[in-house]
Nanobody
Framework: QVQLVESGGGLVQTGDSLRLSCVASGRTFGDMGWFRQAPGKEREFVAAIKWTGVTTIYSGSVRGRFTISRVNASSTVWLEMNSLKPEDSAVYYC???????????????????WGQGTQVTVAS
């Protein structure tokens, strides 16, 4: 049984950086991703990574600023966020699939397990 726990969120200023971590208990060799959700808005794809750590994808709004990474096929995945903007403020969720997909997915329903979320607030 897979459980995901995110940490690293907090209150920062515009232009600051944060590094989020997601620790999985219970082994999965599936894909992993990060999503975010602001109050009153639907969950938004941020980034995803293959279990091998070789292939990554990003949403256009974060590409060039955020980096998703994992060490080999370890149970910990990081999201490094740089040049943060107020519109990045949201609860960030880690997600994992039971099995790797042929192509990384940007759709929440493609993932089987979710963490509780960690709040990121970027002040002006």
């Amino acid at each position: 049984q897979v459980q995901l726990v995110e940490s690293g969120g907090g209150l920062v200023q515009t232009g600051d950086s944060l590094r989020l971590s997601c620790v999985a208990s219970g082994r999965t060799f599936g894909d992993m991703g990060w999503f975010r959700q602001a109050p009153g808005k639907e969950r938004e794809f941020v980034a995803a990574i293959k279990w091998t750590g070789v292939t990554t994808i990003y949403s256009g709004s974060v590409r060039g600023r955020f980096t998703i990474s994992r060490v080999n096929a370890s149970s910990t995945v990081w999201l490094e966020m740089n040049s943060l903007k107020p519109e990045d403020s949201a609860v960030y969720y880690c997600a994992a699939s039971n099995l790797p997909r042929m192509t990384l997915s940007t759709t929440p329903t493609s993932y089987d397990h979710w963490g509780q979320g960690t709040q990121v607030t970027v002040a002006s």
